[in-house]
């Protein structure tokens, strides 16, 4: 079972450089989400998609664009990378109408941007 | 923004004490849950709650909701080494949109045989 597949798991950018993160789920769940995750910030949530073609915005969009084309796909993008942006980025998944429905996250993408 | 206050942020203790970990807010939550992540991996689902007042277990994890459904805790009792690692509340905003969950930042818990 592949559940959430994030790629790549870890990537260095120059400043001013962009990148495109993918995560693909195979639950067929409507729900996707993506978070960063700092020391001592715990995970904030940055866009998240309610259902194929709809996304919407977190707690720290500034500076990331998503793109749900796909039921299975959520892709996260960084236009002009900044340092601030080094993260560990976490996608997952959920599916719908369940009020305790769960997340399932993917291993992570560690980015360091220099 | 609503937001979700974990106390205390770290957390160490020897093996066999009991320890409780909280998770506030001034907003109401239609469910809380709590996920434990180990180093290098994603978070986890330990369980959610949905009712005010309500109280699970997980062998000797018990999770309880707050009557007015804006905080829960996490007691463990007789805490192992194997218990050792980040443990993660989040919430759904009661009314709004299901996909908004948000998490706190997390206890760190270290636990030393």
């Known amino acids: 079972n592949a559940g959430v597949t994030q790629t790549p798991k870890f990537r260095v950018l120059k400043t001013g450089q962009s990148m495109t993160l993918l995560c693909a789920q195979d639950?067929?769940?409507?729900?996707m989400y993506w978070y960063r995750q700092d020391p001592g910030m715990g995970l904030r949530l940055i866009h998240y998609?309610?259902?194929?073609?709809?996304?919407a915005k977190g707690e720290v969009p500034d500076g990331y664009n998503v793109s749900r084309l796909k039921k299975q796909n959520f892709l996260l993008g960084l236009e002009s990378a900044a340092p601030s942006q080094t993260s560990v980025y976490f996608c997952a998944s959920g599916r719908q109408g369940v009020v305790n429905t769960e997340a399932f996250f993917g291993q992570g993408t560690r980015l360091t941007v220099v | 923004t609503q937001l979700l206050e974990q106390s205390p942020q770290f957390l160490s203790i020897q093996e066999g004490e009991n320890l409780t970990v909280y998770c506030n807010s001034s907003?109401?939550?239609?469910?809380l849950q709590w996920y434990r992540q180990e180093p290098g991996e994603g978070p986890v689902l330990l369980v959610t709650?949905?009712?005010?007042?309500e109280v699970k277990k997980l062998k000797r994890l018990t999770f309880q909701f707050g009557d007015a459904r804006k905080d829960s805790s996490l007691h463990i009792t007789a805490a192992q080494p194997g218990d050792t690692g980040l443990y993660l509340c989040?919430?759904?905003?009661?009314?709004?949109?299901?996909?908004?969950?948000?998490f706190g930042k997390g206890t760190k818990l270290s636990v030393k045989p």
């Open positions: 709650v949905v009712t005010g007042g």
């Open positions: 639950m067929n769940h409507e729900y």
């Open positions: 907003s109401v939550f239609s469910s």
């Open positions: 998609s309610v259902g194929e073609g709809t996304t």
């Open positions: 989040a919430g759904r905003n009661y009314g709004g949109s299901q996909g908004n969950l948000i």
